[in-house]
């Protein structure tokens, strides 16, 4: 009988405006699978490195045991502690890196039996996320695709950060409905409302704010 993943939220990462939208208080997501594999999913900001150590340790594991690292995107606040693991291989966006030797992938990468890394493109083009089998079901760990539980209900709040907030939408609904679980790129774990239909609540906000400035880089592909 296999045995299934488990999907530990190292910390939860956390998303705060200030000063009228000109600035956000911000780090990401921080998440460990134990599986046939160890895999640490995104780093977070130097201010974390402590932390990691201490839940790593407090699960009996040491940095060396840590078999892949995945980030989702590139941002500063998912790859931060990237370099506390230099056993594990790299994987970011579509790029797989074992110490300098790189190789790489289109859409799907399996990791073991219970874990895939997965295209969740939309925050940007190199955006990806993971699917991990648990024992309580299919766990998503989607780094900024979702910010946090309930962010559908103001979709401005991500769409600021978004390139391509089209994609993004389309693939939100996917994930949706394919996921039990989803942790998110600035919150804690949550389980999947499926009463919620997203794409079409999501589709409708998006049509009211392409009239607006909704993109933080002012570069929004709509």
Not at 26 to 47: F, H, M, R
Request: proline share 2%.
């Amino acid at each position: 009988m296999k045995v299934k993943a488990a999907v530990i939220v190292i910390r939860p990462g956390y998303a705060v405006w200030e000063n009228g939208r000109r600035r956000q208080r911000a780090n990401g997501t921080i998440t460990l699978i134990k599986s046939e594999k160890n895999i640490v999913v995104d780093t977070g900001l130097p201010q974390d490195k402590a932390h990691i150590l201490k839940i790593i340790k407090k699960h009996h594991l040491r940095t060396s045991d840590i078999d892949y690292v995945i980030c989702t995107h590139g941002d500063a606040d998912h790859i931060s502690n990237n370099n506390l693991f230099p056993r594990a291989k790299l994987i970011v966006g579509f790029d797989i890196y074992d110490r300098d030797m790189a190789s790489f992938f289109q859409k799907n990468l399996k990791i073991d039996g219970n874990v895939m890394v997965t295209e969740m493109t939309g925050h940007d083009d190199r955006s990806i996320g993971v699917l991990v089998d648990t024992e309580k079901g299919l766990v998503a760990i989607t780094g900024d695709l979702f910010e946090r539980e309930g962010d559908w209900k103001k979709v401005s709040d991500w769409i600021s950060f978004s390139k391509k907030p089209k994609d993004q939408i389309k693939n939100r609904a996917k994930v949706w409905e394919l996921a039990d679980f989803i942790v998110p790129g600035h919150g804690d774990i949550f389980k999947v409302d499926k009463s919620i239909n997203i794409l079409s609540f999501e589709t409708k906000q998006f049509k009211n704010l392409i009239q607006k400035t909704a993109n933080i880089y002012g570069d929004i592909e709509i």
